[in-house]
Nanobody
Framework: QVRLVEFGGGLVQAGGSLRLSCAAS????????VAWFRQAPGKDREFVAA????????YYKASVKGRFTISRDNAKNTAYLQMNSLKPEDTAVYSC?????????????????????WGQGTQVTVSS
């Protein structure tokens, strides 16, 4: 059983930056794809970014591409989401997810049912 814990959320002004971390334990993190999803109040959960198990391929929601960067350090069992140029519409609870995906490409990695393990989420609030 893989346990995921997110760190790094908080309150930041528009235009600022935050770096989220997702620490994994209890499994072989290097075997799993990892993704970040977010959910704002009253809205559905939405995909933000994903990385293949080796980090060689990454995928992004169109509205965060160029501002957010997903990365991972398999030696530290940790994934990261660097968020720059934050906007008020980025305000949400951000959750990391991990799983062994048996499909490929953006139409696969952005689907939350593909992921088996989830963290509890961390709040990101961007003030205008």
């Amino acid at each position: 059983q893989v346990r995921l814990v997110e760190f790094g959320g908080g309150l930041v002004q528009a235009g600022g930056s935050l770096r989220l971390s997702c620490a994994a334990s209890g499994g072989t993190f290097s075997s799993y794809a990892v993704a970040w999803f977010r959910q704002a109040p009253g809205k559905d959960r939405e995909f933000v970014a994903a990385s293949t198990w080796g980090g060689d391929e990454t995928y992004y929601k169109a509205s965060v591409k160029g501002r957010f960067t997903i990365s991972r350090d398999n030696a530290k069992n940790t994934a990261y989401l660097q968020m720059n140029s934050l906007k008020p519409e980025d305000t949400a609870v951000y959750s990391c997810a991990a799983g062994v995906l048996f499909c490929s490409g953006y139409g696969c990695y952005d689907r939350y049912p593909e992921y088996d393990y989830w963290g509890q989420g961390t709040q990101v609030t961007v003030s205008s």
